[in-house]
Structures are given as structure tokens and as C-alpha cells.
């Protein structure tokens, strides 16, 4: 049975950083690309990033060099690191499956199979 678990969320002040965790059962998760989306209240769901099978990332320009996506095949987990955290980052994030990769992955969610359940970061001071 495939499934996504996402862990690391919590409450960090402006400024502050916190790595999110995305594990994978029931499949290999180093043959598959791996993204990670958010969604605040009243807004809708927004990319985040991406990494495929063999590393190549991709980034919603809201997050480029602050946020960094990588992943450990040996643990069957993709992380994401979050660096100067915004108020405006606060949101539900999931992580989600795809079986390909390609340029324009960030704007279709819905070409993802899989979803996790969603870890909350609150950024308030």
C-alpha cells in the first residue's frame, strides 16, 4: 500500500528554519519524483518544489534560495529545508507523488498520485 508520511511542522518564529519529512512505504521512493506543496486557509493549494529520480529540484520562485528539497533513497525519505521562514509560509504542507518529471510538474498538483495527510508550519512571532 503506497503511502506518504510528512513530520517536522511546528511553530517557528520569523527568520527561522525547520526540515520537513516526507516518507515513503509501499514503494521505491528513488524511482519516482517527489514534490512538496502548502496550502494556508482561504487560499489555494500552492507548489512548492520538486525532485525527481535522479536529483534534478525545481522551485516556486516564493521559495528559491531559501528553501532546499533533497532526498536519502537508503531511508526512502524526502526532506525539505526551510530557511528564513515568512509569515506568508505558514500553511498546511504535503508531500505527493509523481511517476514522471517534467518542466511544468509545479503547475499541475493534479498529476500527482499519491498525497500525504499534511504537516502544519506556523511562522508567528
Known amino acids: 500500500q503506497v503511502q506518504l508520511v510528512e513530520s517536522g511542522g511546528g511553530l517557528v518564529q520569523p527568520g527561522g528554519s525547520l526540515r520537513l519529512s516526507c516518507a515513503a512505504s509501499?514503494?521505491?521512493?528513488?524511482?519516482?519524483?517527489i514534490g512538496w506543496f502548502r496550502q494556508a486557509p482561504g487560499k489555494e493549494r500552492e507548489a512548492v518544489s520538486c525532485?525527481?529520480?535522479?536529483?534534478?529540484?525545481m522551485y516556486a520562485d516564493s521559495v528559491k534560495g531559501r528553501f532546499t528539497i533533497s532526498r536519502d533513497n537508503a531511508k526512502n525519505t524526502v526532506y525539505l529545508q526551510m530557511n528564513s521562514l515568512k509569515p506568508e509560509d505558514t500553511a498546511v504542507y504535503y508531500c505527493?507523488?509523481?511517476?514522471?518529471?517534467?518542466?511544468?510538474?509545479?503547475?499541475?498538483?493534479?498529476?500527482?498520485?499519491?498525497w500525504g495527510r499534511g504537516t502544519q508550519v506556523t511562522v508567528s512571532s
Open positions: 505527493a507523488r509523481h511517476l514522471g518529471w517534467a518542466y511544468y510538474l509545479l503547475s499541475r498538483p493534479y498529476e500527482f498520485d499519491y
Open positions: 509501499g514503494f521505491t521512493l528513488g524511482s519516482n519524483t
Open positions: 525532485i525527481s529520480d535522479n536529483g534534478s529540484t
